[in-house]
């Protein structure tokens, strides 16, 4: 274990012929996190221990990135990379830009979402909805989408709304607002008529006393009062909507450009400034200008580049701090650092999180035997996860395989799941309620045991036997479910502090862990003489700091690790810790 710090050594090769090349190499060695909860954590000795604290560049992944107010959380993926049915790079629809769109395909039902990671991504009233639209056929399908399908946990309450084209093979343009019941909707339909092949500039608004308008090229089409109800769950779809548990599907044919979404009812004079500017070759302002400047939450242009394959080894590293030297890593759609983490002192002031889609993102935490239990082999999977309203899928937060264990939320229900392989048991109460908690699943070798948040929440007698697996394991995702619209079972939310331990935690060690991360008490710190007039520093957690002066300033030791031997110098030395 060398310490921690930068190092840099000269690489020779020689080949059969004697030739030699050199080059300088550096070598990173990461301290270890110092919170009390990675104390804690660290002291049962962890065969992986990923706390998730990383803050690197995402890996490449198809994106149409959001302009508006609400910024990075509001981007949208493609989770089906260089999809046959979505055709990228096309021109679009302004006459003063050559910013391209997006072609889309029903026939594939294939789509872009903007994840749920926060509750301004429900659309509720009031609302505009702008979008530029060429058709290619009649057949009815959704250019935006909200819900449509069974509402949060598979419930008979369906809500949102669907901003779509066409239907009854009639060339008009549809808005259609759910509410209370099954497949209850209400609607406000343009007349038939417009020409497949053409674009048309398409606005929606919705208004609190339920009053909602459609305007085409800047005139008025359709309005009336239509009943609403917002939906809780479904991501925000573009291509595509009426989400049913794992998908989509009223894919519409046509391409979509400059896809916009408001907080407020535009104007009709801000509506026919939009269209102006999309139509007049040498407007004053530019049309995105003109967009922005109404303050839209959701602005996509459309523009994502045509697809170029990743190489694997951009996506950036999930350090593992445990006895194993696998290292994990974060896949497209995965965002290192990208929201808060829990809120509780024993994990520093600032903790941070990865967010997690629920439709194709996760942390591949790779393999290591260790991970693969066999029958009998007590051990343990540990993780602090925050559920989005979720839809009736299964989502795992982390996973070794169908034929070995995992850990889930039940979305139909919001009930923890712990498989251990030999049987499995669910808790009593639901955990997808948007708060942040702490969850452990136990195999001793005879009983599984479900924690949460340092408590019991259920235990049986363990069935069956181990199968084991091959496969890698995941953070967030099961590596058997990853096929998108059909079995994924990725979780929809955020996770951090993920561990895995090759004996079975009793409920004490669990307990201390949450009450370290919630409770901490203060660090312990002592200093023992050594020859040479030289003292060793011992600590429990924190970051070890120094100063010249007893009043500071104090910066933190560089390269310090436990024990940490004070160098002999002739200068006075102040030592103090830092309790996160």
Same mark, same amino acid.
């Given at each position: ?111 872009? &979402? ?24 009649? $057949? ?194 995965? $965002? ?72 889930? $939320? ?90 895995? &331990? ?47 002066? $007893? ?22 030395? &102040? ?6």
């Amino acid at each position: 274990a060398a310490t921690p710090g930068v190092y840099s050594f000269d690489v020779v090769i020689t080949n059969a012929y004697g030739m030699t090349t050199g080059s300088i190499s550096t070598l990173t060695v990461l301290a270890q996190p110092t919170t009390a909860s990675a104390a804690a954590i660290r002291n049962l000795d962890p065969a992986g221990y990923w706390p998730l604290q990383e803050t690197n560049s995402p890996a490449p992944v198809m994106i149409e990135t959001n302009l508006g107010s609400l910024g990075a959380p509001g981007n949208a993926y493609y989770p089906n990379t260089n999809s046959p049915y979505i055709t990228l790079g096309v021109p679009g629809a302004l006459a003063s830009d050559t910013d391209t769109a997006a072609t889309f395909n029903s026939g594939g039902q294939t789509w872009a &979402f903007v994840p749920r990671s926060t509750p301004a991504l429900t659309i509720a009233p009031p609302f505009t909805l702008e979008a530029w639209f060429k058709p290619q056929n009649s $057949v009815y399908g959704v250019i935006l989408g909200e819900g449509g399908g069974a509402s949060l946990n598979g419930g008979p309450t369906y809500g949102g709304f669907q901003f779509g084209w066409a239907g009854g093979n009639q060339t008009r343009f549809e808005l259609q607002l759910y509410s209370y019941g099954i497949n209850k909707f209400a609607a406000i339909d343009t007349p038939s008529g417009y020409a497949t092949g053409n674009w048309y500039h398409y606005v929606a608004t919705y208004d609190t006393a339920s009053n909602a308008v459609i305007y085409i090229n800047d005139v008025l089409a359709a309005a009336g009062k239509l009943a609403f109800v917002p939906d809780t769950w479904s991501p925000l779809t573009i291509g595509n909507g009426k989400w049913t548990g794992i998908s989509a599907a009223r894919g519409v044919s046509g391409t979509i450009d400059e896809l916009a979404v408001y907080t407020n009812v535009l104007s009709a004079a801000e509506i026919a400034a939009h269209f102006a500017a999309g139509t007049n070759a040498n407007p004053a302002t530019s049309y995105k200008q003109t967009i922005l400047n109404d303050y839209p939450l959701l602005y996509y242009r459309m523009d994502n580049p045509v697809y170029v394959t990743p190489n694997a080894a951009e996506s950036p590293m999930a350090v593992n701090y445990g006895s194993t030297t696998v290292e994990g890593a974060f896949l497209p759609g995965t $965002v290192p650092g990208g929201v808060g983490g829990p809120a509780v002192p024993g994990l520093g002031p600032a903790p941070i999180a990865s967010p997690m889609n629920g439709i194709f993102s996760c942390i591949d935490a790779g393999y290591d035997p260790t991970f693969n239990p066999a029958t009998g082999q007590p051990f343990t999977a540990f993780v602090w996860f925050k559920g989005n309203p979720a839809d009736n899928r299964m989502q795992t937060l982390m996973g070794h395989g169908s034929n070995s264990w995992s850990l889930a $939320v039940n979305g139909a229900n919001g009930r923890l799941v712990w498989n251990s392989g030999a049987g499995s048991i669910t808790s009593s109460s639901a955990y997808n309620d948007g708060g942040w908690h702490q969850s452990a699943g136990v195999y001793d070798g005879t009983e599984n045991y479900l924690y949460v948040d340092g408590a019991l929440a259920a235990s049986s007698p363990a069935t069956g036997s181990i199968t084991g697996s091959m496969d890698d394991l995941y953070v967030g995702g099961d590596p058997d479910f990853t096929v998108i619209g059909l079995n994924e079972r990725y979780f929809a939310g955020a996770l951090a502090q993920a561990a895995f &331990f090759t004996n079975a935690l009793s409920s004490t060690q669990i307990q201390s862990i949450y009450l370290a991360a919630t409770a901490p008490t203060p660090p312990a710190f002592e200093a023992l003489t050594q020859s040479s007039n030289q003292l060793e520093l011992n600590w429990t957690y924190g970051t070890l700091q120094t100063s010249t002066n $007893v009043l500071g300033p104090y910066l933190n030791v560089i390269n310090q690790e436990v024990p940490f031997l004070v160098p002999t110098t002739n200068a006075q030395q &102040f030592f103090r810790l830092r309790s996160y």
